[in-house]
């Protein structure tokens, strides 16, 4: 327990105070884990997030981030919302989106003075840095309407690397991908976990396409939550008590987890849930 | 015969006001097209006719009507959006209603002065002719403003503009930029309806910012070339309607519209 944890709830709730869409959350992660925030449809995993990056208030418990409140050290979190496509009328280049991920919050225009040539000179090395991490070197330059889904994912996950942050933050990195996008995103953020040794806090719907690089999962019910490592919290034993119906957990030939219940959704969503 | 067009000072004074205006129309526009907001743009120059025709009415300097009105509209635009309607979709059918009632106080206002026909037109449509040098002060002070004002804002306008979510996580304070871009919209809109009108703003306006990015995806020399277009097709359309009589909103816009055609011609070529 020498270094503070990335990440720490205590007691947290979220929503209205006569109406918590979860609470008696309690998650530790620690530095350099990687972690998925996982639950069905509505469970209000987005929510978790923008109380990570101190965009919205719990109404209860205490939260800290990087051993400080939430959104006090933003500048040290990279974030990737959730569901960011980029239609062909943006005409605006993908180094571009990455670079605003390290200049876009200042004020004025940088101008071209010969005393400012060190410092363009190393943001540039950053930026085309951050693009040779996430292997996006050879499409930045187009327009970013203009590239596939899982091309544009990969600049925005550029982006927010390009202030080297200790905590990077997805928001369903992998919804609307296709198959082999998601696999080839989800190997890039573990290699990034593993070799930069970046904390990666990641909501996702499906599991699998990550399992091999979870260090811990984030289980988020309508009561509370299941945190541990995959094998503790995805079995049928802990669901079925999370979310208070019975519950199995089916593993395939392949390594993948397939998860059969009905938890009841805060917003009456009764779809089932299948982690396929 | 080209230097005959400075030879009096009503000339000199439109190349100085168009200018201006183009510079400001352009760099303002590149951000307009880049937010898809023209529809708010084109509304804010709509509202400045009944408030350049009171002007006339009540004999107050025409351009702090173009001013004060659009001015006023944006104030309301931000206060609509304020109540949580975060997004333009919403606010249309309440944009347009606006656009339909301020058009037709302008006309009822215009009838009341018994302002001739041209007048009306030349708040509409533009004109070159009756520009004073105090105008041209006018224009000048208010483009320098916005310039300044563009320049601070413009990485996280930028940002704001393209990746509204992380912005805000990285504490880009978003809606206050909108609200300040649109006060910048409206300074813009009504000094480039005093050459013009406020019909043809978007010829200034929108056509070289959407030329610009057709040709690059680079944002500042977006801008530059946004720039280069909108003053050479003032500068083109000034000559012609000098020499050949014709208004200055159709010139200046049909060069402008020729361009962008082309432009649009060649990419497809391209491709």
Redesign the interface.
């Known amino acids: 327990m020498s270094t503070p944890a990335a990440i720490r709830f205590r007691g947290v709730a979220a929503g209205w105070h006569d109406h918590a869409i979860w609470e008696h959350v309690d998650v530790e992660v620690r530095p350099g884990e990687f972690v998925a925030v996982l639950g069905p449809n509505g469970v209000g995993k987005s929510t978790f997030v923008k109380i990570v990056l101190g965009l919205v208030a719990p109404t209860a418990g205490e939260v800290r981030v990087l051993d400080v409140a939430p959104g006090a050290a933003n500048r040290r979190i990279g974030y990737v919302p959730q569901r960011r496509n980029f239609d062909a009328s943006v005409r605006v280049r993908g180094i571009d989106i990455v670079r605003l991920g390290l200049d876009g919050d200042r004020w004025g225009v940088p101008l071209p003075l010969p005393w400012t040539r060190a410092r363009r000179r190393e943001e540039d090395a950053r930026v085309r840095r951050a693009i040779e991490t996430v292997g996006a070197s050879a499409f930045a330059e187009r327009p970013i309407g203009e590239i596939s889904g899982g091309e544009q994912q990969r600049l925005l996950i550029a982006q927010a690397l390009v202030r080297d942050p200790e905590l990077l933050v997805l928001d369903e990195p992998l919804d609307s991908l296709d198959l082999p996008s998601q696999a080839a995103i989800a190997a890039l953020l573990g290699r990034i976990c593993a070799e930069d040794g970046v904390t990666v806090l990641l909501v996702a719907h499906n599991v699998n396409p990550i399992l091999a690089y979870l260090d811990r999962v984030v289980y988020l019910a309508h009561g509370g939550a299941a945190s541990g490592t995959p094998a503790e919290v995805i079995t049928a034993a802990t669901l079925s008590r999370l979310y208070d119906t019975p519950m199995e957990v089916l593993h395939t030939a392949d390594g993948h987890v397939v998860v059969v219940g009905q938890p009841e959704a805060p917003h009456g969503d009764a779809h089932a849930h299948l982690l396929r | 015969m080209i230097l005959d067009l400075f030879a009096y000072q009503f000339m000199v004074n439109a190349f100085i006001a168009g200018t201006i205006a183009a510079v400001i129309a352009a760099v303002v526009g590149w951000y307009v097209v880049?937010r898809r907001e023209t529809f708010a743009a084109h509304t804010l120059a709509l509202i400045g006719f009944p408030g350049a025709a009171a002007a006339a009415l009540f004999g107050w300097p025409v351009a702090l009507g173009y001013f004060v009105v659009p001015g006023l509209g944006a104030l309301a635009m931000v206060a609509g959006r304020g109540r949580g309607e975060a997004r333009a979709g919403v606010e249309t059918a309440t944009v347009g209603t606006i656009q339909a009632l301020a058009l037709a106080i302008g006309y009822l206002l215009v009838t009341l002065s018994h302002a001739n026909l041209s007048a009306a037109q030349a708040m509409l449509f533009g004109s070159f002719l009756g520009i004073t040098s105090t105008q041209v002060v006018v224009l000048t002070a208010v483009g320098v403003g916005i310039l300044v004002a563009m320049?601070?804002?413009?990485?996280?306008l930028?940002?704001a503009s393209?990746?509204a979510?992380?912005?805000?996580?990285?504490?880009?304070p978003s809606r206050a930029l909108a609200a300040a871009f649109l006060l910048i919209v409206a300074a813009t809109v009504a000094a480039v309806s005093q050459i013009t009108g406020a019909l043809l703003v978007f010829a200034l306006l929108v056509i070289p910012a959407a030329t610009a990015?057709?040709l690059?995806?680079?944002?500042g020399r977006?801008v530059a070339i946004a720039v280069v277009i909108a003053v050479a097709v003032t500068w083109a359309g000034l000559a012609t309607s000098y020499v050949a009589d014709v208004p200055i909103g159709f010139t200046v816009t049909s060069y402008a519209f020729a361009l962008f055609v082309l432009v649009r011609a060649l990419s497809r070529l391209a491709r």
């Open positions: 880049l320049s601070c804002i413009a990485r996280p930028f940002f393209v990746d979510d992380v912005a805000e996580a990285r504490g880009v990015q057709r690059t995806a680079r944002p977006g």
